[in-house]
């Protein structure tokens, strides 16, 4: 029964992952888009949301506003507490975006035009997209000849491009940032309205290089999270990103009895993180008490003056405390509990040992895949 029990519960986690709303996929979304893993990614981190019959509608433009806000998400920065007055003629302290414009023009995303006006429902161009994509970032100063020959190079319409755009797009062009969709290679398109799928995109693009490269507002509030713990001594970290490599040997407490008499392959256990796994530097990487669940994969019983018992276990399943659910792979043989030098001879010499792991106990598991984390937040990249 107890088995059971933890067989269910691990099910219903997997199953939970794949079906939980945020991070479900839309109708008209198949795998082979263009756009699909951005999209996806977007969703599953609440940037961009589908409609209520099931559909992303990747084809559609986006608004100025509704741009701003998938920026201001995109950098984490919804819940910032700024005050910056803003002087567009067109918005008023009721409108739904007056906030999130609020803080992209205080995160320098976009400029505050002094009593001009924002247009918040016209479609936001490939142009302005692409400007607030570098905006968020520290970028190397080029000269606008250079700029010039960047983006007469790759785009045949580079003479229609407004002059105010030039500098950004070649600084786009250097940082790969730059979204083209398939059929218009070549073409920066700067004037035509971004649609739905261009934006997640441009976003993700974005997304990546400010964990490594922020402006220098946002470098003050994404700020990494600091823990005392145990340290993992080969983590790589490149801007506000923390990357565990495969090897890596990292202790799981058990809360399930394993033994090499009592358990089959496929069973269930879990297991939490027994304390903080923290960087050298005591950046937080994965939370004390996050959830792990696993299976058995391996058995051999011990068998007196045959075997000893050895059981091996893959770790599947990581539930950090913030319910972010992601498949981590890692492996870890339980051999019988260490002895003293008379019985360990004894054992070699007639074998026999038994394996039994109880609660509370800990094991180390090497990981079988590198694991990348968001040092700001927690976020486990998949």
Known sequence: MFKKI????FVLAAVFMINNPANAFYSDMAEDHWAYQSIKFLTDVGVVVGYPDGTYKPDIPVT???????????????????EQEIHFKDLDPGFWAYNIIQKAVYF??????KGENYRPFDSVTRAEAINIAVNALTTQQISEQKAQDIISKTYT???????????????????DLV?????????MEADRPANRAEVAAILYK?????????NAKLAEVMQKRTAEGFIVDNVKVQGSIGIIPAGTI???????????????VSDIYTAKAPKNYVTKEKYLLIAEGSDMKGQVKYVQPGKLFKTNGQVIIKNELLVTPNDQAVMVYGVATLDPAKKGKFMTFIRRVFK???????PNQEVNIRLLAPIKIDLTNGYIYE
Do not use: C
Not at 179 to 187: I, R, S, Y
Not at 352 to 358: E, I, P
């Open 250 to 264: 990292l202790p799981i407490k058990l809360e399930t009895v394993v033994g090499s008499q009592i358990s089959s």
């Open 108 to 113: 320098d995303l976009i400029p505050d035009s």
């Open 6 to 9: 933890f067989q269910g519960l």
């Open 157 to 175: 319409d580079y003479e229609l491009m407004p002059a105010w755009f030039l500098m950004a797009a070649a600084k786009a062009e250097v940082l």
């Open 352 to 358: 026999g040992d038994k394996v039994l792991t109880m």
């Open 206 to 214: 974005m997304m990546q290089e400010a964990k490594l490269n922020p």
């Open 64 to 82: 100025r506003a509704e741009f701003a806000s998938m920026a201001i998400k995109a950098l984490g920065q919804e819940n910032a507490d700024v």
């Open 179 to 187: 979204v083209t969709m398939p059929g218009h290679e070549g073409k």
